[in-house]
């Protein structure tokens, strides 16, 4: 290994982490401006996605502890991007914020945990930086912090991931008792299909559940979204779920092939109760952040399902997927915290005629869910066709029709805000709201993403070439 | 060769009037929107016309038989493996015919509206959506590729549901362009799967070479498609029947056809463009784009069509008799008429004279849209002039409507068949392709078009005659713009019978000459002769003739009127079972969705669902043990039950 390689394959990490400690200077001495370092910090996330886009280049270090190539460098991006999008859309709340640079100290150390998540190659490595990207956004959870909701979201996050860590190291000791290593290059050869590795796959597999939030391991969601800040359900619904996928692939598709039967009947268990459960619990909701919330467990039952096909495909529809999700979710929750952090309300039906007052928000919010619903032509109307195609690869074909079910399902709770919004009266609307300028921004690029990504077929020729 | 510029610009005219008039409509266009679009579309009327003439009288035949050619191909998106989705255009006869159509209706819709919805607040709007919609069509018509299809036919659900809930300050007309958009959008994801295992088997997405894959006996890919099988049914039967049923619920087929009659909630000049000539007979079209694959591999699926569309005209023409709002008897007939092109596909045979059906399934498509078209818009004029869908409000407008009632005359002959007007020309063919094919269909038809020709001619007396004309004191007929459309129409309607129509369009692009006998004729011209002659004792004066039958026939009177109970079967199918998605607003649906599935299963499912709320506790703890049951769960389905 020599030193540039060090400083080229980690760039990414190593940004991130001089970012930190700068925060930390900042706040241990004279303090700045929250405004002004809210700029800053904006200014240096975008470059981190302009880093994370330039000379990415493929290698390994520490003894394969480290993986890059560029894939994950893309994968990466997508992170960053989504992160800076979160930056942006939560200016108007962030600016009143007491504790400005701690919240950003948090949040930087989380994307550092997830870059090293995927980007490790090793199950040690997988567990810290799971750790790292997890245990900050339970403190993070608590950030609203004169309401009772948000302390008790981040204390069921902590207490839960604790539950989950638990059981995931668990596995991990199991598989190297079986096998002997942890390097994900060398357990593909030790890997045999017989019950004590099995059990130890689903201790594995649950933890990825988890933080997937797939139904049965869904509980915490619902409540963590609902208590937290909008700007940390929105990381964590997007940014986190996004790593997530990204790591389950790269486990599923290279170190447990041997296993791939058995992963596939669970991916499919886990898929088909997950899109139910959560189109089920979707359709009762009148919380829109709880709404989004198990609208999301449904959408994650879609990526799973990508996922099953075990094929380039699998993987090219996945992060494609999840790019899409990244602008469509992020649209959906910045308009929904504009409003909440102008007039605090978060109840469905105080979004009657919004239309009238805030046709830019409307046609907003209405754009993301339908791409969420997956209506063409919108992006997300690709993204689930990709999926449902990877998940047919296999020839279960009422796997996909069921899948297309609930997508009709999933219209229905989708096009039932827009309804609200555009066709109820009320007598007392949302005022018009004076959105600041960088929060509008950030909508106007969720918009092109979710307007562009779909139509614009080289994103997904892109991916394919990453393969 | 065609000019690819003007072949692009044809449905890009409208593209451009839709952007610039929804982004500029209500500023720089504000008294002139109506005129720009409708002068975009008729420079795109133009073009078409100059590019049907090129296909057929230049460069469309190659040693006399009608090619299809592709003059625009772009590599859109490489799927995998080989599998490519292209944006291109296609020209063939049938796709150089529906352009014209397109066009030319959409171009007299324009003209028409430019009276009937002056002074509307959202005029320019109202102009934006007529063009998105004439995009869509024509994007639709010219795809060269089975997604490309999707995607357009995705798009023109989408403008139509815009149009048909235009006056969205009307409740009934929210609730309508809803129940439209969720029963096609239910019919399309079958056509999306549909789509997806065509595409599976044949390898490609493009029409042209998944019809020649499809079709050559020795083709792997036909064998695979036939031999694999699921439920019992072959994959290539799977697939084209549920592309099929996209093409059902867009065309208004039973029983996917209960938007339809609740669609007419829309302005009537938007009834006649998209419930009469373009968007419900995307069906028909995309059944004859496939049509050699159905003809040739899979015969069966052509069979469902048949009965699909004979059930479809027989039942829509009871219907049409019994109702008294005038739009809604033209969409129940309009539906009659599109099963009638449907069947007439059904019982056709593939190549030279077997493929009468065919043609006089896509003569009538053509001569369809113009009586069809100038029918809604001769109902939009009188509906302008008393106010009124209601038959009861109208009687003795024969006076005060001189041009209206002639050109209506003119429709309602050539609907009725009444040589020698165009309707007359098209029915003999589909009539005698039924014939040749098979009897009983034949039978089934043959008395649904004497009921055509009664249930028509008692909307025209109704309306024109019935009452001694009153006094109304109301404005005149409606000024140059809206007659204008309805004599060109009225002109097409009455002479287009007589175009030579199997020289252009035929199933396999020969040229073809449809068959023509006298006597065969007499049957169907005296019965609808008899049709109109008891609609006229009945109606032609108020004379309570037919309420005395219908309270003599009263239970099956009651019973055809409303629709033979098919929404009300459907509501109770949808309250008893999980996708109660029709006829219902979605607040409804909200609230009886999970009610409907408890139901369904009884009270195991109750207990569950009661459970699964409990579930969701709030407590920690509980998350915690689900957590673990739900590892240990799948630990044990995977090592012991599902044994690997």
């Known amino acids: 290994m020599e030193i540039n390689d060090f400083f080229i394959l980690m760039k990414g990490e190593l940004f991130l982490a001089v970012m930190i400690f700068l925060l930390l200077f900042i706040k241990v001495g004279k303090g700045m401006q929250n405004a002004s370092l809210l700029t800053l910090i904006q200014v240096l996330l975008f470059v981190n996605f302009l880093v994370s886009l330039t000379f990415n280049r493929e290698g390994v270090l520490f003894g394969d502890m480290f993986i890059t190539n560029s894939l994950v460098a893309f994968q990466k991006s997508i992170l960053s991007l989504g992160t800076f999008l979160i930056s942006l859309l939560s200016t108007d709340w962030l600016k009143k914020h007491s504790h400005l640079p701690e919240f950003f100290l948090l949040m930087f150390s989380s994307l550092l945990g997830m870059f090293f998540l995927i980007s490790s190659g090793n199950l040690l490595m997988f567990y810290l930086s799971l750790e790292l990207a997890t245990i900050p956004v339970a403190a993070l959870a608590n950030f609203d912090l004169e309401k009772r909701k948000s302390s008790e979201a981040a204390m069921k996050l902590i207490l839960s991931s604790a539950f989950s860590s638990g059981i995931l190291l668990f596995g991990i000791s199991l598989f190297y008792g079986a096998t002997g290593t942890i390097n994900f290059s060398q357990l593909p050869g030790h890997i045999n299909a017989s019950a004590m590795q099995i059990l130890a796959f689903v201790f594995l597999a649950s933890a990825f559940g988890f933080k997937l939030s797939a139904v049965p391991f869904h509980f915490w969601t619902a409540d963590v979204y609902e208590g937290s800040p909008i700007a940390v359900t929105s990381f964590l619904s997007v940014i986190s779920k996004g790593s997530m996928a990204f790591i389950f692939l790269t486990v599923l598709y290279k170190v447990f092939q041997p296993l791939s039967e058995v992963w596939y009947a669970l991916l499919m268990i886990l898929s088909l109760a997950t899109m139910f459960i959560g189109n089920l619990f979707a359709l009762r909701q009148q919380n829109i952040k709880r709404f989004l919330a198990f609208s999301s467990i449904a959408q994650v039952g879609f990526i799973l399902m990508g996922m099953s096909s075990n094929a380039d495909m699998g993987l090219a529809s996945v992060v494609y997927f999840v790019l899409i999700y990244v602008f469509s979710n992020l649209a959906a929750f910045g308009v929904v915290s504009v409003i909440s952090a102008h007039t605090g309300k978060e109840h469905i039906n105080d979004y009657k005629g919004l239309y009238q007052t805030n046709p830019f928000l409307s046609w907003t919010l209405a754009l993301a869910l339908f791409s969420l619903a997956g209506i063409p032509p919108t992006a997300g109307f690709f993204g689930k066709l990709f999926l449902l195609a990877a998940g047919a690869s296999k020839g279960h074909y009422w796997f996909v029709i069921f899948a297309a079910l609930n997508l009709v399902i999933s219209l229905y709770y989708y096009l039932n805000i827009v309804r609200v919004m555009f066709m109820d009266k009320s007598r007392h609307p949302i005022q018009s709201i004076k959105n600041n300028r960088a929060a509008n921004f950030a909508l106007g690029i969720c918009l092109a993403g979710i307007v562009l990504i779909g139509l614009v077929s080289w994103f997904y020729e892109y991916i394919q070439t990453l393969m | ?644």
């Open chain 2, 1 to 644: 060769m065609p000019n690819v510029i003007i072949l692009v610009l044809i449905p890009f005219l409208p593209l451009a009037s839709f952007l610039i008039l929804g982004l500029f409509g209500k500023s720089i266009f504000r008294n002139t929107s109506g005129l720009a679009g409708t002068l975009s579309l008729f420079v795109s009327f133009l073009l078409s016309i100059y590019t049907s003439f090129g296909y057929f009288f230049e460069y469309g035949k190659a040693n006399g038989i009608y090619q299809k050619l592709v003059p625009l191909k772009l590599s859109w998106l490489e799927f995998s493996n080989g599998l490519s989705i292209d944006m291109g255009i296609i020209l063939d006869p049938i796709s150089v015919m529906m352009i014209m159509v397109v066009t030319f209706i959409s171009l007299m819709v324009h003209i028409y509206s430019l009276t009937y919805m002056k002074g509307e607040e959202r005029f320019s709007t109202y102009y934006s959506y007529l063009s998105l919609f004439t995009f869509s069509m024509l994007g639709l018509v010219l795809s060269s590729n089975i997604f490309q299809i999707y995607i357009f036919w995705e798009l023109v659900g989408v403008s139509s549901f815009l149009l048909i809930g235009f006056y969205y300050n009307k409740p009934s007309a929210v609730a309508a362009s809803k129940k439209a958009f969720i029963v096609t959008r239910f019919a399309d994801l079958g056509f999306l799967i549909g789509i997806l295992v065509l595409s599976f088997y044949s390898g490609t997405l493009d029409f042209n070479t998944l019809i020649q894959r499809l079709t050559s006996p020795g083709s792997g890919e036909l064998k695979t498609a036939v031999t694999t099988s699921f439920l019992g049914i072959s994959a290539l039967n799977w697939g084209l029947a549920l592309v099929f049923m996209g093409g059902a619920g867009k065309s208004a087929l039973f029983p996917l056809h209960i938007w339809l009659p609740d669609a007419m909630e829309g302005p009537t000049p938007v009834s006649a463009l998209i419930h009469a000539a373009t968007m419900v007979v995307a069906g028909v079209y995309l059944v004859a784009r496939l049509f050699p694959v159905l003809a040739l591999s899979a015969p069966e699926v052509l069979e469902l069509i048949t009965l699909v569309g004979v059930i479809t005209a027989l039942i829509a023409a009871l219907i049409a008799c019994t109702q008294t709002d005038i739009k809604r008897v033209l969409a129940y007939s309009t539906m009659s008429q599109i099963g009638f092109m449907m069947f007439a596909l059904g019982v056709s045979g593939y190549g030279g004279s077997n493929g009468i059906g065919f043609t006089a399934s896509m003569f009538h498509l053509f001569t369809h849209a113009l009586f069809k078209a100038l029918l809604f818009l001769g109902a939009g004029s009188v509906i302008h002039y008393v106010h009124s869908n209601e038959m009861k409000d109208m009687g003795g407008l024969k006076k005060h409507l001189p041009i209206t009632h002639i050109t209506f005359l003119i429709a309602c002959l050539a609907i009725a068949g009444v040589p020698p007007f165009s309707g007359f020309f098209s029915k003999e063919g589909i009539l005698l392709a039924a014939y040749e094919h098979n009897p009983a269909v034949f039978w089934l038809a043959l008395a649904t078009s004497g009921l055509t020709a009664y249930y028509m001619f008692r909307l025209y007396f109704r309306i024109f005659w019935y009452k001694a004309s009153q006094q109304h004191k109301h404005h005149g007929e409606g000024g140059f713009a809206m007659m204008l459309p309805l004599i060109l129409l009225a002109v097409g309607a009455a002479v287009a019978g007589f175009i030579p129509f199997g020289r252009f369009v035929s199933s396999d692009g020969s040229l073809l000459t449809l068959p023509f006998h006298w006597l065969f004729s007499i049957a169907p011209v005296t019965l609808g002769l008899l049709g109109i002659f008891s609609a006229m004792v009945l109606f032609k004066k108020e004379n309570g003739k037919a309420d005395q039958i219908s309270s003599f026939m009263s239970r099956v009177y009651k019973l055809v009127y409303h629709k033979f109970y098919v929404d009300e079967i459907y509501l109770f199918i949808t309250r008893k079972v999980l996708f109660s998605m029709v006829g219902r607003p979605a607040a409804w649906i909200d609230r009886n969705i999970i009610d409907g599935l408890v139901n369904l299963s009884g009270a195991t499912t109750k207990a569950v669902s009661e459970r699964i709320k409990v579930i969701q506790s709030g407590k920690v703890q509980h998350y915690g043990l689900y957590f673990l049951f739900g590892v240990i769960g799948l630990g044990v389905l995977l090592i012991y039950v599902i044994k690997f």
